[in-house]
């Protein structure tokens, strides 16, 4: 089966992206496979400190999914997977994608604001040579009647 990888993020685009991906799984007989990648400078030099942290991000994140999770699974059929990575959200991104044969696209929801499409997409192009998958941007600034048409 022919997977979408999506980020989520705290960003306002990755809604639109997740729900590009889902609606396009939904479709196409696809899947989606949810990425989010912790950062590990979040978490400090205190040990003790850095697990309570590393498990409250991952906590955060898991509810932050659920409620696209249950979106995908009730509107569109499609059962999600999630995946937390931590590291550098670029470096994961395409670790994830090497690990996984299955995954066929990366989604990402690209910033519709005057400062560029965001950090990640920027550091992505800068490679876009050599990504092991084509990548769709989908503007953050669609309306979900947008994304139906074109999904």
């Known amino acids: 089966m022919r997977k979408s990888l999506v980020v989520l993020d705290e960003t306002r685009e990755c809604l639109n992206a997740i729900r590009f991906a889902a609606m396009r ?30 498990a409250e991000a991952r906590e ?26 931590e590291g550098d959200s670029v470096t994961e991104i395409l670790n994830q994608i090497r690990e996984d044969p299955e995954i066929g696209v990366l989604v990402l929801g690209a910033s519709s604001d005057n400062k560029g499409p965001g950090p990640i997409i920027t550091a992505l192009m800068r490679q876009a040579g050599v990504l092991p998958v084509p990548v769709t941007l989908v503007p953050g600034d669609m309306t979900k009647e947008q994304l139906e048409k074109i999904s």
């Open 25 to 54: 799984a939904a479709k196409t007989g696809g899947g989606v496979q949810v990425l989010s990648v912790i950062s590990p400078e979040e978490f400090g030099q205190w040990i003790g400190v850095a697990e309570l942290m590393r």
């Open 60 to 85: 955060r994140i898991e509810v932050h999914f659920e409620v696209f999770a249950k979106w995908m699974r009730d509107r569109q059929n499609i059962n999600p997977e999630l995946v937390i990575r």
